[in-house]
């Protein structure tokens, strides 16, 4: 877990010409650009980490008082064979988790959390844009306007479990928000209650792992994912390979000795993980699996349009 709010410092050698248009391209939404700049870094790994870093923060002021938000993401990883919280059950935890995030996180901390756990297959389709819509919602006196985009296919095993996020924002008023010390005894206590809130009525409580910034957030619970998923259904291959499409993502391919899912694909994403997090999610899988020489075929399905609304607590 993160706790130290400047982990990811501007990159050295970075110019002040390109760290204003670096940041000015992702506060405008140009994608293009934002990888363009990205690129012409001497350090690709301290540009991403850049990259993951300010994707997720946003500075404002309210009535001439500066506030600074950021996006944290909680990972929630079902049962094996069960499926992660609807949102019935999401409307019937919401209080019993926002108590406990707000015991967890102390006092004066500001949160914002969105209604219901998000799949990765959802959280792997997002571009910088959609993380960037959950921080403005949650800027006081912006209207929430609906939220759209397209979902990827993540067909796994049946007995498999599944990945999700609960998304919040953390908001500060004399800086960025700062994760609470590490305590085993308080962390403990917070995924025994929010496992407790989130749990099916017929099947076992999912694990739940504490709330961190997005970058580490999302590679964690990718990280804890796959070891649960091996234990379930063992991997028995997996691929790697760039989209040379897009900058931003890598395509991870599994194999499964199971006739009904015997491959599936998911992504990762540069902006939310960065080069480090690629290489840590690939280094479980090293530990896991052999890496197979032959691509594999995966069929594509067809990208699910999706709208939300960003309803919050």
């Known amino acids: 877990m993160s706790s130290d709010t400047n982990i990811n410092p501007a990159p050295a050698a970075a110019s002040g010409q390109w760290l204003t248009a670096f940041d000015a391209a992702i506060e405008r939404g140009d994608d293009k650009q934002m990888w363009h700049l990205l690129g012409q870094h001497h350090d690709q790994e301290a540009a991403h980490d850049w990259l993951t870093t300010q994707v997720a923060r946003l500075s404002y002021a ?17 049962a094996p064979g069960s499926s992660l919280p609807e949102d019935a059950l999401w409307r019937e935890a919401d209080y019993c988790v926002g108590e406990a995030l707000d015991t967890w996180l102390g006092k004066g901390a500001r949160k914002t959390v969105f209604s219901g756990v998000r799949p990765y297959a959802w959280i792997g389709a997002w571009r910088p844009a959609v993380l960037r819509c959950h ?25 498999a479990p599944v990945l999700g996020f609960v998304c919040m924002v953390l908001t500060g008023q004399l800086g960025w928000p700062q994760l609470p010390p590490a305590s085993t005894a308080r962390d403990d206590r917070f995924k025994l ?29 990718l990280g804890r994912w796959l070891m649960s998923l091996h234990e379930a259904k063992p991997i028995t291959g997996w691929t790697v390979a760039p989209m040379a499409a897009s900058p931003d993502v890598v395509k991870v391919t599994l194999a499964f000795d199971d006739d009904s899912v015997p491959v599936t694909q998911f992504t990762l994403r540069k902006h939310q993980i960065g080069l480090n997090g690629v290489s840590d999610v690939l280094s479980i899988l090293t530990h896991l699996a052999p890496m197979l020489d032959v691509p594999m075929d995966v069929p594509q399905g067809t990208p699910q349009h999706k709208t939300i609304d960003l309803t919050s607590r």
Request: aromatic fraction near 6%.
């Open 62 to 78: 309210v009535s001439d008082r500066a506030r600074f938000s950021e996006l944290f993401l909680l990972p929630v990883i079902s």
């Open 193 to 221: 209650v929010t496992a407790g809130a989130l749990q099916q009525r017929r099947g076992d409580a999912p694990t739940i792992l504490t709330p961190d910034r997005l970058q580490y957030a999302v590679a964690d619970g």
């Open 135 to 159: 921080l403005n919602s949650a800027v006081p006196g912006r209207a929430a306007a609906p939220l759209s985009f397209l979902t990827e296919t993540l067909d796994l095993p049946e007995d």
